[in-house]
Structures are given as structure tokens and as C-alpha cells.
């Protein structure tokens, strides 16, 4: 399987992951044009997607999608609850596959399983994706690493790992206290500590790869992050891969 993260962060995030003649994109939460640029970075071009799962219809993972599902007429996958939420950026036309959760779906070459998470969204979802050898999990926008959570991450070859802030940048910075409270909630994000100790712990079972995501702009650093991490992996960091995806730029596609 190949995998680039696209783009990751508040201001929008998508990824890319492929087997084969299989192309997909989880999550679409840059413009069209935009998506078309990042895709074309890592020499991919646009028309050769064949579907798009999104996990939830927050901003920064759909603001692309109508566009998109409209162009390619590829399927879209979603929760029931997740189209619900973001009705008003499709226009009949799209093909959208729903999805139950937990259920496991084929997409192509490749299958894909989505499993709940708690974040202030109508009926969100991650990814585990899988091609019969490897398996590549998404773990981002989430308040708590829940036992379900921790459970699909198991032998996952690469997580895709939220770290999304760092407690001291957060609480000592210039946010207003709700906004705070609501990214440090269960149903907020993941703050590096939270994700440091959940890579520790799938290091234990065998995870070499993680690539920290949806890092925020005001109240992380990449160097924080990764620090934090190495920090948390202790004695396993040797063997361990650690990338950082970022807003502006397509990581490298990783051959997982
Ligand atoms: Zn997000
Ligand atoms: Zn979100």
C-alpha cells in the first residue's frame, strides 16, 4: 500500500492512500484545486481517483468533497449521520455509499473499516485500511483514545496519529477558555501527551510507523510533538519511524 498525507490541520486535511489500480482519498477538506495541486506533488493525477471515504462532516475534512464527488463521479463513503450533518455541500448528483460503523466494506483492491470516536461531530468515524497483508490506520480528530479506538489501532502496520496540541502551549495561550475547554474535551482533540502514550503502548505490540497529524498551528510545534513521542517511546524509539505530516505539503508516499 502507498500512503501520502496530503495535507493535515485545522485548515484542511486529506490522505491518500493506494493499491494497485485502487486510488483513494480519506477525507477532502482542501478545494478541489487545491487536492488537484497536492496530488500532482506526488505525481498523481486527479482523474485516477476512484473514491473518497470521509470520516466526518466537520470543515476541515469535507470543504472539498461536493466538488469533487461531482467531478470524478466516484463513490463516497459516509455514516448516515456524517451526510446528514453536511447535506448542504451535495446536490443529488454524487454517489454516496453509507456505511454502517464497524462494518467492514470493500473499496476496490483494498477494504476499509470504520470505527467510532468521540469528537463533536454528528456521527464520526476513523479508518482502518487494509489489503489482505498491511493495514494503515487514521486516528485523528478525537477527544479520548476509547478501548474500541486502541482496539482497531492494534496491528496497524502505520497510524496516522493525532497530536494535536501540546497542555502547557494550550492552557498558557491566547484562545479563549470555551475554546480550550472544547479542544482539551473528550470530545475534542488529542493533546501529544495522549498521543505519545497510545504510540507507547502499539510500540509494545509491534507499531514501527507513525505519522502525527492534525498538529494545531497555534498551540503545537512540530519539534514539540516529535519530541514528545520520542519522549513517550523510551527504550523502542530506535526502531521506530516517526514523520510529521503538515498543512502546506504532502508528506512522502510512504510504502507501508
Ligand atoms: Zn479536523
Ligand atoms: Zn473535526
Redesign the pocket.
Known amino acids: 500500500m502507498q500512503v501520502s498525507v496530503l495535507a493535515s490541520?485545522?485548515t484542511g486535511?486529506a490522505i491518500y492512500v493506494q493499491k494497485g489500480a485502487t486510488r483513494l482519498l480519506i477525507d477532502a477538506?482542501l478545494s478541489g484545486k487545491e487536492i488537484t495541486k497536492r496530488l500532482s506533488e506526488i505525481g498523481v493525477e486527479l482523474k485516477k481517483l476512484n473514491g473518497i471515504l470521509v470520516s466526518?462532516e466537520?470543515h476541515?475534512?469535507v470543504g472539498g468533497v461536493g466538488v469533487l464527488a461531482r467531478k470524478l463521479r466516484c463513490p463516497v463513503w459516509m455514516t448516515r449521520g456524517t451526510f446528514e450533518a453536511a447535506r448542504r455541500r451535495f446536490k443529488g448528483r454524487e454517489r454516496i455509499r453509507f456505511i454502517e460503523n464497524d462494518a467492514t466494506f470493500a473499496v476496490g483492491d483494498l477494504s476499509a473499516r470504520a470505527f467510532s470516536i468521540s469528537h463533536d461531530a454528528a456521527d464520526p468515524v476513523n479508518f482502518v485500511i487494509e489489503d489482505g497483508e498491511t493495514q494503515v490506520a487514521v486516528a485523528?480528530?478525537m477527544g479520548k483514545v476509547t478501548p474500541l479506538v486502541f482496539e482497531r489501532l492494534q496491528g496497524a502496520d502505520m497510524v496516522i496519529m493525532e497530536s494535536n496540541y501540546d497542555r502547557d502551549l494550550l492552557m498558557n495561550g491566547p484562545y479563549p477558555w470555551h475554546l480550550k475547554q472544547r479542544i482539551s474535551s473528550t470530545h475534542g482533540?488529542l493533546a501529544n501527551s495522549d498521543s505519545a502514550e497510545t504510540l507507547a503502548r502499539l510500540a509494545e505490540q509491534g507499531l514501527r510507523h507513525a505519522v502525527l497529524a492534525?498538529l494545531s498551528q497555534e498551540n503545537n510545534r512540530p519539534d514539540i510533538a516529535r519530541a514528545t513521542c520520542e519522549r513517550g517511546l523510551n527504550g523502542k524509539r530506535r526502531h521506530f519511524q516517526i514523520d510529521v505530516a503538515a498543512p502546506d505539503r504532502p508528506t512522502p508516499v510512504f510504502v507501508v
Open positions: 490541520g485545522s486535511n477538506g466526518h466537520h476541515d475534512h485523528t480528530d482533540h492534525h
